[in-house]
């Protein structure tokens, strides 16, 4: 199974520069943002949860824009409302990548239900587009080059290890920069 | 005396909100089917506040302007939005809520008693603009909230009793 930080790496290399990236509150911001800081990135520091929200938004208010949600299986638990939402809405230019390592890493690895719960069926019941299941660097490349040639929403289950990144920094923008530079960039 | 139900939304239109998202409430009566059935609208039927919250903040970063519709029972689900996100990266949006409980006991039904109550109190305590809908003077109401979350660039709420839109 991939590490979170490589299978984060990964998808940032097969996005392209106009697409916007959504990513969750905790470590995986910490790593988009170590990986690959970019203008389309919006960093969620707070509000577990609610990423995957304000990208649904963005993708219905940008319809020409790809759209890519990186959040974890806590955040995807914790709104699942919302993955039944984003089912019935159908962003065509959205993808929802879930980067399930079974654990709330970011508070110190305790297990989630994830393990027991498949996020990929779930996501097929509520009507994404496309589903997709992978664990490695080449599933990764393909199943995101696939998502960006049709529409959406499409899910990406990335099942990936839990391998803390030693030393890893925080966002060093402020919250006002994270938005202004995001807006800027969505234009 | 009422309010309108299309004076109302055309209000909101007139002033650049097209992007809606929320959680319905009976406060608003056939108010909020007209909502649903304008052609003019872009409403998402968000499953929980904090969706409709979120998903309505994209308006902001979008250069759009969004409102939320929900009840007050709801005031809960969106304080972590409001002090981790919204108020945190001063995103901006109108939240219009339905006062269920208005006045505490016994109006409306037990529920609703200690949210009735202590609603203004609850978002004024986040430093959030309030303001409450009454017949007279709506409009200006409303352009009295919409210049404090402009030039506060935070969200701010307007309270809507049962009755007050026809």
């Known amino acids: 199974m991939i590490a979170r930080s490589k299978a984060i790496e990964s998808i940032l290399e097969q996005l392209d520069d106009e697409t916007a990236v959504l990513s969750t509150t905790g470590m995986i911001t910490r790593e988009v943002y170590a990986a690959k800081d970019r203008p389309g990135n919006f960093y969620m520091i707070g509000s577990m949860g609610l990423t995957s929200s304000v990208a649904l938004g963005v993708s219905l208010l940008n319809p020409e824009r790809e759209t890519v949600i990186l959040e974890g299986d806590g955040s995807a638990l914790m709104s699942m409302g919302t993955l039944a939402l984003i089912a019935s809405e159908t962003p065509a230019n959205l993808i929802h990548v879930i980067l399930d390592n079974e654990s709330y890493e970011s508070t110190g690895a305790q297990p989630t239900i994830s393990s027991q719960i498949a996020l990929d069926d779930i996501a097929s019941a509520a009507g994404y587009q496309s589903v997709h299941r992978v664990d490695d660097d080449e599933g990764i490349k393909t199943e995101i080059a696939a998502c960006k040639t049709s529409p959406g929403p499409h899910l990406i289950l990335v099942k990936c290890s839990i391998a803390p990144v030693p030393g890893i920094g925080r966002v060093d923008l402020t919250a006002v920069e994270i938005r202004d530079r995001f807006s800027a960039h969505l234009g | ?166």
């Open chain 2, 1 to 166: 005396m009422t309010i309108p139900s299309t004076e109302f939304w055309a209000a909101l239109k007139s002033r650049g909100f097209g992007f809606f998202a929320g959680v319905p409430d009976s406060t608003f009566g056939p108010a909020y089917n007209d909502l649903l059935n304008d052609t003019e609208i872009k409403y998402v039927p968000a499953v929980r506040e904090d969706v409709a919250l979120g998903v309505v903040s994209a308006a902001a970063l979008s250069g759009k302007n969004g409102a939320v519709v929900m009840q007050n029972s709801g005031v809960g689900n969106i304080i972590n939005p409001l002090t981790s996100f919204n108020l945190l990266y001063k995103v901006p949006a109108l939240l219009i809520i339905g006062w269920r409980g208005f006045g505490g006991p016994p109006n409306d039904a037990p529920e609703h008693w200690i949210m009735g109550v202590k609603t203004p109190e609850m978002l004024s305590t986040l430093d959030m603009p309030v303001e409450q809908l009454e017949v007279e003077d709506w409009e200006a109401t409303l352009d009295r909230l919409l210049t404090e979350i402009q030039e506060q660039s935070v969200p701010g709420a307007l309270l809507v009793r049962a009755g007050l839109l026809s």
